[in-house]
């Protein structure tokens, strides 16, 4: 039987503290898919936190078999990605891995890159399928999943991130609970230099752009700062979020914070009013998720149109008020 | 201070993307190029530092001949000289790039002193591989963290903030010298003056050749390279069939009909 599969699994934040998070349970499913095509090689998971045992346990109905705990708070303590990295390294080497899987979030993204650093092994990031050979066949994303590659992984230790929300989670009721093994690894210090030190919450009020169920997009069409005030409008209408593409941020027009898209963020409303905005594929990684989308744009053979629902063909700045002024009527 | 930038130069994409005939690369032909965008930050931020605190700041590149194009444009923002390693065009796999950029920081540090910071950017737009910047670091022994949207600079420190998983922010503290990984929204990027671009029109690029022609990455790292690409693939999107509501501010009734029917607007 072949070594087994190593999986960083990330705890989640605020609600979700003290289990496993989403895109970690994504790719134990992923591994548990893989470990099959490896005659049966055992899944194991690395978990750091002071009181993550309970949470390694839980993970047997995920397909593990040992969940490795680091508590030791030096290293538990705040995330170090150096320190967490040269753990799952070392992890590894002590129990013959085949290949050390993370999830493509932006911590496990950085240790995946510490740990393949430290063993001098490639790593692929954002897989969305692999077949185990003599070499490893891979297919990622590029482009932020605008355009895929087929790779080959070509090491003893296959190094990958595995790209969010590409497989579903796989629980089995019923199944037994993971070993819990501790783990203690020898950190440097040097390894440790670089720690979460503190925690700003988020802001409170606004409605948050992830979470929005409707989202108020404005594009180059828009034009001005000023102008967005007319969507603006809409948006409080409607308990909207205003979400943006990236020439908006370019020019100051609004926060950073409002962009989405490959350098932005990624929404998934229930619907996306898309004012203005001409369709770029950085802006569409961003926005193809929502389950609707209603385009408003005076070009209708804008790129947008390919993606959109719904359109109204027109000048946003002709469009949005008078939907505004319709439902104000409405409302009575 | 000494400030060294590293940016890669990527196809401006726009609406769709098409590849060669053997889906090998991006069909360029029509596009123009640029800075890979998160990197775009990196720059403005080293000609920040370096107009706040007075030094050198540099930029490096690792491509094509044609991408002393990106190295003028980061000059022209007022990063003081260039560096370009140049390749004959194949592509690089995060590995090979990381360890030639590595013993570039190497000889450039025992020539002219060493760099306090190195930026790069979070991963490059077109490959995506989130790697390079942790390489490097792990190659010279230098603190990194990535995803920065926020950096301060002390004396001998570093006060660098990302977004935290849950929302908010997290805070990290680096000694210098350090390497960062940045993100698009660490800072509004200028745009480049006219004085600006004939002044890096003058300014110096040192021209480094990377390997023989066609010798590719695997000859130079030595390490074990990849993934190594065998193909490019576009993904299967579902078109969808899109209903016109209407044309101009005579749609808003039908507009608000879908935002009734949808549930977003109370009947």
Redesign the interface.
Known sequence: MSGPILVLVELGSGDGAGTADRVSLETLAFARSLADGLGGAPVEALLVGSDASGAAAALGAHGVTTGHVVTDAAIAGAYAPAAWGAALAELAGARGAVAIIGPGTDRGAEVLAHAAARLGAPLAANVLSATPGDSWSVTRQRWAGSLLEDATLDASVRCLTMAPHAVAVDERAGSPAAAVASFAPAIAPADLLVRVTGHEPPSKGSISLTDAKVVVGGGRGVGSAAAFSELEELAELLGAAIGVSRVVTSNGWRPHTQQVGQTGQRIAPDLYIACGISGAIQHIVGCKSAKRILAINTDAESPIMALADYAVIGDLHQVVPAVSAEIRRRAG | MRVLVCVKRVPQ?????VLTADGQA?DTKFLGFTIS??EECGVEEAVRIIEAQGGESVVLTLGAAAAEEQLRDAMALGVDRAVLLETDGSEW???ST?AVIADTIRAQEAAGGPFDLVIFGN?S???????VG??VA??L?R?????L?GLTLGSGSITA???????????????TPAIVGV???LN??RYPSVPGRLRAKKKEVERITIGASGSGPAAVSG?????????????Q?A??????????????????D???K?G???R
């Open positions: 994409t726009g609406g769709r993307i991006i965008p998160h796999d995060p590995v990381a991963e737009a077109d490959s995506g591989g989130f790697q942790i390489r792990v190659a022994g603190p990194v963290v990535n995803g949207k903030r990302r977004e935290a998983a849950g929302g908010g922010w997290e805070t990290y503290e680096l000694p993100k698009e929204g509004l990027p390490a074990p390279t990849g993934p190594m690409k065998s193909m490019l693939r576009l993904p999107e078109e969808s069939q899109v209903e016109i509501l209407g044309r101009g501010a005579e749609a808003a009734p039908a507009v608000v879908l935002l009734q949808i977003v607007v109370a």
